[in-house]
């Protein structure tokens, strides 16, 4: 049964980097049939897409946040990363990773981590 | 501003139906698969429905879904209260190459 968790700090100030690691149990990250995927959710709100990669380092990004992000996979440790730039309060969220089945037309979410809450603050 | 669209809210009895409606366009539900997510508070989105109208494995046939056009629905019959939830829509948008999800409807069981 695969098994996703995210890692990585809480609190991030203003203008710096938000950095995220999802490690990945029970499953091959190299399969050619998945990707792997960000989404977020402000407080109260709803889901957000931020992107997703693949085992071979193809990557979609959602292009309202794509000049500041960066997607990345470690195939080794079986993880997948996410790097947001230049954040401010308006990304506190709480950060969901995810396998993501996406070919021909067919996208969905199927299996998700518990989800991580990143607040903006000084 | 979601790129889907659906009612913020819907309620209904104990054992009756509710159905939920996914606005979309011809770039994204028109003509792409659509998937279904619940999810209660403080927890993951879990997957309900994907391709349209399949349940993964230990979804109850009480949940179903349906697409045509630009449209899809969720219907739930047999309410329970462990129904409460936050219930979204997504698919891709093949003029964005994005991902994108409805703003989700809340559902009450009175």
């Known amino acids: 049964q ?5 890692s990585g700090p809480g609190l991030v100030k203003p203008s710096e980097t938000l950095s995220l690691t999802c490690t990945v149990s029970g499953d091959s990250i190299n399969k050619n049939t998945y990707f792997w995927g960000w ?3 402000p407080p109260g709100k709803g889901l957000e897409w ?9 990557i979609y990004y959602n292009a309202s946040l794509a000049s500041r992000v960066t997607m990345s996979v470690d195939t080794s440790k079986s993880q997948f990363s996410l790097k947001l730039n230049s954040v401010t309060a308006a990304d506190t969220a709480v950060y969901f ?8 037309g067919i996208t969905y979410f199927d299996c998700w981590g518990r989800g991580t809450l990143v607040a903006v603050s000084s | 501003q979601s790129v889907l669209t659906q009612p913020p809210s819907v309620s209904a009895a104990p054992g009756q139906r509710v159905t939920i409606s996914c606005s979309g366009a011809s770039s994204n539900i028109g003509i792409n ?6 999810q209660t508070p403080g927890t993951a989105p879990k997957l309900l429905i994907y391709e349209n109208n399949k349940r993964p494995s230990g979804i109850p046939d009480r949940f179903s879904a349906s697409k045509s056009g630009t ?13 409460e939830a936050d219930y979204y829509c997504g698919t891709w948008d093949s003029s964005l190459s994005a991902g994108v999800f409805g703003g989700g409807t809340k559902l009450t069981v009175l």
Do not use: F, K, N, P
């Open chain 1, 2 to 6: 695969v098994q996703l968790q995210e």
């Open chain 1, 39 to 41: 989404i977020r959710q």
């Open chain 1, 50 to 58: 931020i992107g997703s990669i693949d085992y071979s380092g193809s």
């Open chain 1, 97 to 104: 990773c995810a396998r993501h089945r996406m070919v021909r």
């Open chain 2, 33 to 38: 698969y659509v998937s279904w997510y619940q």
């Open chain 2, 71 to 83: 449209s899809a629905t969720l219907g739930i019959t047999g309410l329970q209260t462990g129904d």
